[in-house]
């Protein structure tokens, strides 16, 4: 783990945190929509069939192994489950695994093919000791059955399979072997994949299958190009380049290393077919075989999630101040959180989070949550056009919760409720205004969740969860920021300027990117966190060394 550095760094950045409030273009009181890179298509000739592969719609684990869950029965009182693990390990047997299921509001009742170590909340589910291995391209099946508790304090919801793991060893010592990989023009930084309409087609980069690959060795430094949403290769026939069936010929591409990745800048590469040419992506609209010169350089990143690990760099820790009720005199706010929210949102908060960071960084950033029911909020401040609890209107909270240096963000969840009229009053949804003194340098945010349902915060969906990781990261852009971090340009909000897009999957693809710092700018250079924001510490043990 990195060494935090303290001492007399501390002192002198107490300036940094005071100047450091809203940085990086913090959120108003609502959050804003961001436009997605678009480019135009041409009528493309029929795309060629998907291949059949259930595994590729199942969650990856770390060297091979998947998992997914589905319903095989289910009636008012209880369900049952069949989860199926599949070993995609080119040559090792999987005699182990071991996956992590949330039973949401149900009770385990009974276990085959594998054996759970609680009945309740979030389990571990193991492997039997003497069970059968899955042969490399094999599966095997366990199966859990249910009832709905009748202590159910959550609205109730179905179990969710949240993470797979397994005793596989590692694919290969190639990385370029481990997880997904994105392909992309140096020059437009668009990333390359298949449109819908059947043809290759750059855009900004959305975290879409049709936008990921998978690189398969064939030799040294010779690999095919998986598309991950289709599972067929990238192939060409002249200078046109196609997908076809992975077993045809003229699939393989030779991978040659310009320049090696650095923290500071992504490595370079070319894709070669041998005596044809170069793999170039110039025309949005088009791949092309062409010759080897500079247009033909490539940036290949990792992305993805759940199949690269690492030991963490960077500790976050966060506390929820949950404000149960509102009732504030001039103007009028006066609403209550029902119970169920308020129990589903502590549960969000300090375990789906952790997932979730773990899984956008590949664990390098831990999540440690904490919450609080406290007083009801008696007072609120106008942001734009909403009316928010900022730090400054709670000072007895901030005294009594945040001690200085216990934690780096503090995000107060409350209901803006209705005015006198019993009209709905706007609370916007997620406000981020970084440190300030007032909240004792803990990065402030506030969250206008009290009307949402219970079940939707521990949904496991990207919304409305997604929240309690953007707010905390504009604090983090006027940190890191402050200290020389190189950040990407528009800050959190620069996913535009960046060759990204914001698609079903939400924000994560880009978030993952700032996180770990491999945002690419124009100039070549990476943007974001990573080492070089992680070896900074976080902004807690900078302030508690005061």
């Known amino acids: 783990m990195t060494a935090y550095r303290a001492g007399a760094f501390a002192a002198a950045l107490l300036v940094v945190l005071l100047a450091s409030c809203g940085g990086g273009g913090g959120d108003g009181a609502a959050a804003s929509s961001t436009p997605t890179v678009t480019t135009s298509s041409l009528t493309p000739p029929a795309p060629p069939a998907v291949v059949a592969d259930a595994a590729r719609e199942a969650r990856p684990g770390?060297?091979?192994?998947?998992?997914?869950?589905?319903?095989?029965?289910?009636?008012?009182?209880?369900?049952?489950?069949?989860?199926?693990?599949?070993?995609?390990?080119?040559?090792?047997a999987l005699t182990a695994w071991q996956a992590t299921i949330d039973l949401g509001t149900w009770t385990l009742q009974s276990t085959s093919g594998g054996r759970a170590a609680a009945s309740t909340g979030i389990v571990t589910f193991k492997s039997e000791a003497l069970g059968s291995a899955i042969a490399a391209g094999g599966t095997g099946q366990a199966r859990l059955c249910m009832q709905a508790s009748s202590t159910a304090t959550v609205a109730t919801r179905r179990p969710v399979l949240v993470s797979i793991a397994s005793d596989l060893p590692p694919v290969s010592a190639d990385p370029y072997e481990s997880g997904l990989w994105r392909i992309a023009a140096t020059e437009s930084r668009l990333t390359t994949g298949w449109s819908g309409n059947g043809r290759f087609l750059a855009a900004g980069y959305s975290g879409h299958p049709d936008q990921q690959w998978r690189l398969k060795a064939q030799g040294t430094r010779t690999y095919q190009l998986v598309l991950e949403s289709r599972g067929q290769c990238m192939s060409n026939t002249g200078a046109a380049v196609s997908l076809v069936n992975c077993g045809d010929a003229n699939t393989q591409w030779t991978l040659e290393t310009l320049r090696a990745r650095t923290d500071e800048r992504p490595a370079l590469h070319r894709l070669h077919r041998g005596e044809q040419g170069c793999l170039r992506l110039e025309d949005p609209t088009a791949a092309a075989i062409g010759a080897c010169g500079t247009e033909a350089n490539l940036y290949v990143e990792p992305v993805g999630y759940g199949e690269r690990a690492h030991e963490a760099e960077f500790e976050l820790r966060g506390l929820l101040l949950i404000k149960p009720?509102?009732?504030?005199?001039?103007?009028?706010?006066?609403?209550?959180?029902?119970?169920?929210?308020?129990?589903?949102?502590?549960?969000?908060?300090?375990?789906?989070?952790?997932?979730?960071?773990?899984r956008l960084t590949d664990g390098r950033i831990r999540w440690v949550g904490d919450s609080v029911v406290a007083s009801p909020m008696t007072a609120a401040t106008t942001e734009g056009e909403g009316r928010l609890p900022a730090a400054a209107t709670m000072p007895d909270d901030v005294s009594r919760f945040l001690p200085l240096g216990r934690y780096d963000t503090a995000a107060v969840f409350f209901t803006a409720g209705v005015d006198e009229r019993g009209a709905a009053v706007n609370g916007g949804w997620g406000w981020g205004p970084g440190i300030s003194a007032a909240s004792n340098y803990t990065m402030w945010v506030t969250v206008n969740g009290g009307a949402t349902r219970g079940a939707e915060w521990v949904s496991w969906e990207n919304e409305p969860l997604e929240v309690f990781v953007h707010e905390p990261m504009h604090g983090l852009d006027g940190y890191f920021d402050k200290l020389g971090v190189p950040l990407p340009q528009g800050y959190l909000h620069g996913t535009e300027e960046n060759r990204y897009a914001i698609s079903q999957y939400g924000w994560k693809p880009w978030y993952r990117d700032v996180l770990l710092g491999t945002v690419i700018a124009a100039d070549g250079s990476y943007r974001g966190y990573g080492t070089r924001a992680f070896r900074h510490g976080p902004p807690r043990l900078a302030v508690s060394a005061r």
């Open 62 to 92: 770390l060297n091979g192994v998947r998992a997914s869950l589905a319903f095989t029965a289910d009636w008012d009182a209880g369900l049952c489950t069949t989860l199926t693990i599949f070993n995609r390990h080119p040559s090792a």
């Open 325 to 358: 009720s509102t009732d504030v005199a001039v103007p009028r706010m006066i609403g209550t959180i029902p119970a169920d929210t308020i129990a589903a949102i502590q549960i969000a908060y300090r375990d789906h989070l952790a997932v979730w960071f773990d």
